[in-house]
């Protein structure tokens, strides 16, 4: 029977094609729409991630309650012997020290006066380690524009347009005046090594990358840092086993009543995360579930009007003597056929395109460039598991009841009104 009717859909065009069409737009707009949003709201949190917060968070409870101020005042101290513990405890996520800064960058002139002075935000991280991964976790390698990465403790990467700004070149030389970890004040030359284009303009506008240990000794922070981020080992962040890691270290290491302590957290609960946890699966889902109800809207018409208009067709196989429940089972089965085709068609259309935008991306950077949300500039899709079943919904079932709600005309036709349509 199956085979009977996929040959008739083959054969006549005309009953099939149109049809098989619209199924394929719907389910590939649908799976691309899907792949888009999950890719940029997933690239939001992981960016964050990266640059700031981890997938978890050690810092000392009183940098915790301040750390909008980057009180490098408040950092922790012996950190190697508590990296060797976390290391010890949780052996299969990555453990990396970071130093947030902040101050003011000197560009001098020939004459080593002040040329051109600007507000820097700084971010200090393992950049010489042989087997550090915070070049390609924070994207250096794709970003760098002008000149090579750091090779010195004293080298630093600044923003492109913050380099411009300056009138510094790689090669040149820029002064950092900051406080260090006790208060006083540090003033510490850097040779700007290159420049990179970080691609959040927040960053753009005043950011700068060095290696930890130039700013450890800038800032009198031998052995202590402002805050260490854990990775997990997963492609996504999963907040289940991120909160497993939060509330084992607190339980051990954390006491509430020394507010030098260390404490963790996790991505979801720092600052407005947890919101934006929230609003991101609320958001995909209505935005999802809305754009999956247009299409059934669609598609449920194509299968209504399709149905419709083959009631003569039905008025000749009644006439010859073929049963109402036959042809009614003939025609569901036909659409069930047409959905199939088409949602498997337009699956692999979508996720084609879908792979297209996740490799390549488009780039919103000039509507973003007066953005101080730390976004990235080029947004980018995401194939995930749901996206090789999710057309499926809109391409098979809405179809499939346009045909059985315009079929159930069949049990109606009477046979005077057969005769005189087929006489006309």
């Given at each position: ?79 190697n012997d508590l990296l060797t513990k976390l290391h010890h405890n949780y052996p299969t ?63 630093v990467l600044l923003s492109d347009e913050f380099a411009d700004k300056l009138e510094v ?56 840092c402002g805050e260490i981020l854990g990775f997990l080992n997963s492609q996504n962040y ?187």
């Open positions: 029977m199956i085979r009977f009717l996929l040959k008739g859909l083959l054969r006549d065009r005309n009953r099939s094609l149109m049809p098989i069409l619209i199924v394929t737009a719907g389910v590939a707009l649908t799976v691309l729409m899907f792949c888009y949003m999950t890719g940029v709201l997933g690239d939001m949190i992981e960016t964050t991630a990266n640059y700031s917060s981890g997938h978890v968070k050690m810092m000392t409870r009183a940098y915790a309650k301040n750390k909008a101020q980057v009180p490098n005042d408040l950092a922790l101290l012996d950190v996520m990555e453990f990396v020290q970071r130093i947030n800064l902040g101050g003011l960058l000197d560009s001098p002139d020939k004459n080593r006066e002040t040329k051109k002075q600007g507000i820097v935000a700084g971010i200090a991280v393992d950049l010489l380690s042989k087997n550090s991964k915070e070049i390609d976790r924070l994207n250096i390698r794709n970003s760098l524009r002008k000149g090579r990465f750091p090779k010195k403790p004293n080298e070149k790689p090669g040149g030389t820029v002064t950092l005046i900051t406080s260090t970890m006790y208060g006083s004040m540090s003033i510490q030359n850097f040779v700007v090594a290159g420049t990179i284009d970080f691609g959040m303009q927040a960053m753009d506008r005043s950011g700068m990358i060095a290696d930890i240990s130039g700013i450890q000794n800038a800032l009198d922070m031998n052995d202590a999963d907040d289940i086993q991120a909160m497993n890691v939060e509330q084992t270290f607190n339980k051990k290491y954390s006491d509430e009543d020394d507010e030098f302590s260390p404490v963790m957290t996790r991505l979801k609960n720092e600052s407005m995360m947890s919101d934006y946890f929230d609003y991101v699966d609320n958001i995909v889902g209505i935005i999802i579930s809305i754009f999956i109800f247009s299409m059934s809207i669609v598609l449920w018409n194509t299968g209504l009007i399709g149905g419709l208009r083959r009631y003569g067709e039905v008025g000749v196989r009644l006439a010859i003597g073929e049963e109402k429940g036959h042809i009614y089972r003939s025609m569901i089965m036909e659409s069930i056929l047409i959905g199939i085709i088409g949602s498997f068609i337009g699956t692999i259309i979508g996720l084609g395109f879908s792979y297209w935008i996740q490799e390549v991306g488009i780039n919103v950077g000039d509507i973003l460039k007066n953005s101080k949300m730390m976004v990235p500039s080029v947004f980018r899709a995401k194939i995930t598991t749901p996206a090789y079943y999710l057309g499926f919904i809109p391409g098979l079932f809405s179809i499939v009841l346009g045909t059985m709600l315009s079929g159930i005309g069949i049990y109606k036709r009477k046979t005077a009104q057969l005769f005189k349509e087929l006489d006309t």
